[in-house]
């Protein structure tokens, strides 16, 4: 079993950048691919963006492609997602997850994620 906690989260004005963390604790974390979703107030969850276990490949919603960036250290059984040029709408919690499995479907389903963190709330400002 996994235990997902994320931090870094906060509020930034438009154009800012922010980097926001997924820790996790537990046996087999570097076999996950582990994904990044937002949920904004009166919508569905969203994948952001994915990273498969190697770390050799990742997958981004298209608003965010060429903005964010999904990265991995599973030396510190952590992954990283870093946030630039954020936009008001960006702005939701977002939480990491992790999956067996790796592709573009099943990396937009949240049936295919297992153990979910709790969530960091990114307020951006216009």
């Known amino acids: 079993q996994l235990q997902l906690v994320e931090s870094g989260g906060g509020l930034v004005q438009a154009g800012d950048s922010l980097r926001v963390s997924c820790v996790a604790s537990g046996r087999g974390f570097s076999d996950y691919t582990v994904g990044w979703f937002r949920q904004a107030p009166g919508k569905e969850r969203e994948l952001v963006a994915s990273?498969?276990?190697?770390?050799?490949?990742?997958d981004y919603t298209d608003s965010v492609k060429g903005r964010f960036a999904i990265s991995r250290d599973n030396a510190k059984n952590t992954v990283y997602l870093q946030m630039n040029e954020l936009q008001p709408e960006d702005t939701a919690v977002y939480s990491c997850a992790v999956s067996p499995y790796y592709s573009r479907t099943t990396n937009r389903d949240t049936r295919s994620f297992t153990y979910w963190g709790q969530g960091t709330q990114v307020t951006v400002s216009s």
């Open positions: 990273i498969k276990w190697s770390g050799d490949e990742t």
